[in-house]
């Protein structure tokens, strides 16, 4: 795509559909009209803020030249409009007035992201579904090149005011997802942000290659999974359903150090690297290159704008004394599991001692897309920081392989294989034996409130902690 123009940046799905335009190498310009400053930031990000939203449609017509593609992803809640009056007015009014703005301006595509639901008869009666199909109604009318209107089922995302029940429905989703598996338990009632993101870049992309199926292009739930997820012959889940299997889990820590730059500039999938040391992780050496995925923990100083407070002890009782003794005489440990113990009957906010654990996606070898002649292990951390955290002791604790290193014929091609290995990341750590116990994991698409897998030692008291005060 030559240009797009964001609208709802700073939201639920906008926020990931900003961060994926970022990084596609062919956007050669990204604008947002937002009344705050979006969290992503990038060199094809122009930001336009302006409070007063009765100023976005002639703030749209004075970008020039005039962007190829509009995204809107636009929308609020009840609560956080102060009733449904308000909302009708950002959720319709606004939408509506956008579109015909992009019309006038003469944009060529227009995407939208509605709501399940609309096609429905109940949709003359609802109010959320009265008001989303109003705007789908007139962007038909509007008669653009191509119109993308997609409708997920329930947005699997946390809300800065949340919807009455949302937090309560969203759970009950993703219990399905872990009883019954994603795919089967959780894909059919809702989808995470980043997915619908995916999918409405995706599609938009090809509709401007001319491959939109047709000229208003509908796309349902199922077909937003299948659009985000375009490599079919990739299993989407890895690893055994009962948890990881010798050798896994394997261990890693250190200090994060700077990398070779193209995490953010040019893949848009920022990395943090850690030292490559055989006499430290004696495993690494002889594990095969290519993309690993597990959880991180992470240390972040208070003043980084992510840090959260966390308990401190001695020591974590995140799994048995036995257990964590016998842990501390392996690496790699010999199994994940270990038997629950009634300190961990409660699990902790977001980690313990200062650490915070997230999902990730590794990749150890030589690049050779890039050419590298050393071998490296760069970390994508499924969580988007608002500043760089080098210095920060990290910890990881690697669940299991996804794929061999290979090389590729373009940038693109590259970017989208890393999209997948982070899908494939989500979906099988979002299972009760591949979460840690003891920890409440709420980043990445990965949100499992109680894991049976031993986490001890991502979050156990800072080992580095003593070397720097004796420096």
Partial sequence: MTSSLLFGGTGAVGSHILTTLLGDSSVSAVYTISRRPPKSTGPTLHAIIEADTTQWATKLKAIQPTPSTVFSSLGTTRAQAGGIANQ????????????????????????????????SPLARVLPYSKM??????????????TAIILRPGIILEDREVPHQGGPALIGAVRALGRWFGVERGQDPWGQEGEVIARAAVHAAKLAEEGKAPEKYWILEASDILKMATPSPNRPAVIGNPSGPEPPYPLRMSGVVISGFGRGSKELGIPTANLPVDDTKTPWISSIPSGVYFGWVSLRLPPSHPDYIPTPSSSSSSCSSSSSTQQEEQQTPAANGQSPPSSAESKPYPRGRNGFIVYPMVMSIGYNPFYKNSVRSAEVHVLHAFGADFYGAEMRLLVTGFIRDERDYSSLDALIADINFDCEVARRSLAREAWAPRGVNVEDGGVRVLSGTLDCDWLIRPSELEGEKKGE
């Fill in 88 to 119: 009708w007015k950002i959720d319709h009014d606004l939408n509506v007035e956008l579109a015909q703005a992009a019309k006038e301006a003469g944009v060529r595509r227009f995407v939208f992201v509605s709501s399940a639901g609309t096609g």
């Fill in 132 to 145: 989303k199909k109003g705007v789908e109604s007139t962007i038909k009318a509007l008669d653009f090149e």
